[in-house]
């Protein structure tokens, strides 16, 4: 039988690295992507939207912010450690509501992706503002008034003819069955538009993708 380990000397730097093992460096990534959801797909997709404050709200939400998330040039980190708190106070949430209308989506955008940004939750959030207002949404988009049915590589087109210095190779349209699920814009550190190979290539293949109305 082995005999319990008495007076064992554990070096200090083992201890760090073991308390340390599994997590992601923050900071330690490439560029953002700035995920825009179309919201009446999201709404289509819920057993119940109406419990939904981006669904069942007085206002008629066309694409929202669904997250900003720091990218490496193959993968992403995610969930990281933090000296900022999991919970998102409503106080700092609710500014937001306008282009991230729940709490639920602010929360969890933050300890998914947020806290692997280095950022205190509030430099996050005014960076999820600031790439947001980076983006001009195609107005024949932007308004979502009527049922629309589009290549993937149209809706891409609207967007970098409505963007200057936004290509083809640094957006990337998803896909939710045939309906449009979301359009996903790289952008470096400080904002300017990139291209993302791996994002590119994640694009939805579909010949057509539907855009259902904002009710």
């Given at each position: 039988?082995?005999?319990?380990?008495?007076?064992?000397?554990?070096?200090?730097?083992?201890?760090?690295?073991?308390?340390?093992?599994?997590?992601?460096?923050?900071?330690?990534?490439?560029?953002?992507?700035?995920?825009?959801?179309?919201?009446?797909?999201?709404?289509?997709?819920?057993?119940?939207?109406?419990?939904?404050?981006?669904?069942?709200?007085?206002?008629?939400?066309?694409?929202?912010?669904?997250?900003l998330w720091p990218q490496y040039e193959k993968g992403y980190p995610e969930f990281c450690s933090s000296r900022e708190p999991n919970?998102?106070?409503?106080?700092?949430?609710?500014p937001m509501f306008d282009i991230m209308p729940s709490m639920g989506l602010i929360g969890h955008q933050w300890r998914k992706h947020g806290s692997c940004t280095g950022l205190t939750q509030r430099a996050y959030f005014e960076a999820v503002r600031r790439a947001f207002e980076r983006i001009r949404i195609p107005p024949d988009l932007a308004e979502g008034e009527e049922r629309l049915t589009l290549s993937p590589s149209e809706v891409e087109r609207k967007f970098t003819e409505a963007n200057p210095g936004m290509g083809p190779r640094g957006i990337?349209?998803?896909?939710?069955?045939?309906?449009?699920?979301?359009?996903?814009?790289?952008?470096?550190?400080?904002?300017?538009?990139?291209?993302?190979?791996?994002?590119?290539?994640?694009?939805?293949?579909?010949?057509?993708?539907?855009?259902?109305?904002?009710?």
């Amino acid at each position: 039988m082995d005999q319990p380990l008495r007076g064992l000397f554990i070096p200090f730097a083992v201890l760090v690295l073991l308390a340390t093992a599994g997590t992601v460096k923050a900071q330690s990534f490439d560029f953002y992507v700035l995920s825009l959801s179309w919201s009446p797909t999201y709404c289509a997709t819920q057993r119940d939207a109406r419990r939904s404050p981006q669904c069942g709200s007085d206002e008629s939400f066309g694409f929202i912010v669904h997250g900003l998330w720091p990218q490496y040039e193959k993968g992403y980190p995610e969930f990281c450690s933090s000296r900022e708190p999991n919970r998102v106070p409503r106080a700092l949430g609710e500014p937001m509501f306008d282009i991230m209308p729940s709490m639920g989506l602010i929360g969890h955008q933050w300890r998914k992706h947020g806290s692997c940004t280095g950022l205190t939750q509030r430099a996050y959030f005014e960076a999820v503002r600031r790439a947001f207002e980076r983006i001009r949404i195609p107005p024949d988009l932007a308004e979502g008034e009527e049922r629309l049915t589009l290549s993937p590589s149209e809706v891409e087109r609207k967007f970098t003819e409505a963007n200057p210095g936004m290509g083809p190779r640094g957006i990337a349209v998803r896909c939710e069955r045939r309906r449009l699920e979301e359009v996903r814009i790289c952008l470096t550190k400080d904002f300017r538009f990139r291209d993302c190979a791996e994002v590119d290539r994640g694009g939805c293949r579909l010949d057509r993708v539907e855009l259902p109305p904002a009710d």
